[in-house]
Nanobody, 127 residues
C-alpha cells in the first residue's frame, strides 16, 4: 500500500511562497496519478493540482492557475507543489494523494477522490 508523508507547510504573508513536498513510500510502480488537495475550515475538500506519473500531464484548479506548480522527481517518489503569490484564501490543510487507476477524474475533468492520502500539512496565509 502506498504511503504518503507531506512537509513544507507553514505560515506566510500575502504574496509569499511555500513549497510543499510529499514523499511516496512503498512505491509499487503502479501509481498513475499524484495530486494535492486542500480543505479549509467549513469548506469541502477541493483538488488543487494533479500530475500523471507517466506522461506528466497536469491539472490545476482555476483558483491556482499561474500561481501553483506541481512537479515530481525522476524517481517518481516525490511530488512537489510550488505555491507563489499566496492569498488568504489559500489557507487550508493540504493533502498529498495518490491513485493507481487509469483515469481518476470526474466527468468534468477534475480529480476525483484519490485512493491514498497523507496526513496533511497546514498552510496559513495572513494579510
Amino acid at each position: 500500500q502506498v504511503q504518503l508523508v507531506e512537509s513544507g507547510g507553514g505560515s506566510v504573508q500575502v504574496g509569499g511562497s511555500l513549497r510543499l513536498s510529499c514523499v511516496v513510500s512503498r512505491y509499487t510502480g503502479s501509481t498513475k496519478y499524484m495530486g494535492w488537495f486542500r480543505q479549509a475550515p467549513g469548506k469541502e475538500r477541493e483538488a488543487v493540482a494533479s500530475i500523471s506519473t507517466g506522461s506528466g500531464t497536469t491539472y490545476y484548479a482555476d483558483s491556482v492557475k499561474g500561481r501553483f506548480t506541481i512537479s515530481q522527481d525522476n524517481g517518481k517518489t516525490r511530488v512537489y507543489l510550488q505555491m507563489n503569490s499566496l492569498k488568504p484564501e489559500d489557507t487550508a490543510m493540504y493533502y498529498c494523494a495518490a491513485d493507481t487507476r487509469l483515469y481518476p477524474f470526474t466527468a468534468y475533468g477534475k480529480p476525483a477522490t484519490f485512493q491514498y492520502w497523507g496526513q496533511g500539512t497546514q498552510v496559513t496565509v495572513s494579510s
